[in-house]
Nanobody, 115 residues
Framework: QVQLVESGGGLVQPGGSLRLSCVAS????????MGWYRQVPGKERELVAG??????TNYADSVKGRFTIFRDNVKNTYLQMNSLKHAETDVYYC??????????WGQGAQGTVSS
């Protein structure tokens, strides 16, 4: 199994930045892809960014050029969010998909963009 713990949420003004961190533990070697999703109550959870085991990344169109997903090692995955908008006030979830096809989620980190 894989466990994911998130940190780095908080309050920023529009145009500000946040960096989210996701620390994986357990069977780290089983992880195929990592990703970040966001969700508000009553809406579907939406992919923000993903990164594969080979380093290939993908982003939602709405965040391209502003957000960056990256790893500094197999354990830690980050989402750098720049030029944040009010509409991006969401709970952000770290996600891992294993080679065996299972999915794990972090506990969620609240990102609030407000003036």
């Amino acid at each position: 199994q894989v466990q994911l713990v998130e940190s780095g949420g908080g309050l920023v003004q529009p145009g500000g930045s946040l960096r989210l961190s996701c620390v994986a533990s357990g069977r780290i070697s089983s992880i195929n892809t990592m990703g970040w999703y966001r969700q508000v109550p009553g809406k579907e959870r939406e992919l923000v960014a993903g990164i594969g085991s080979g380093g290939r990344t993908n982003y939602a169109d709405s965040v391209k050029g502003r957000f960056t997903i990256f790893r500094d090692n197999v354990k830690n995955t980050y989402l750098q969010m720049n030029s944040l908008k009010h509409a991006e006030t969401d709970v952000y979830y770290c996600n891992a998909v294993t080679w065996g096809g299972t999915t794990e989620w972090g506990q969620g980190a609240q990102g609030t963009v407000s003036s």
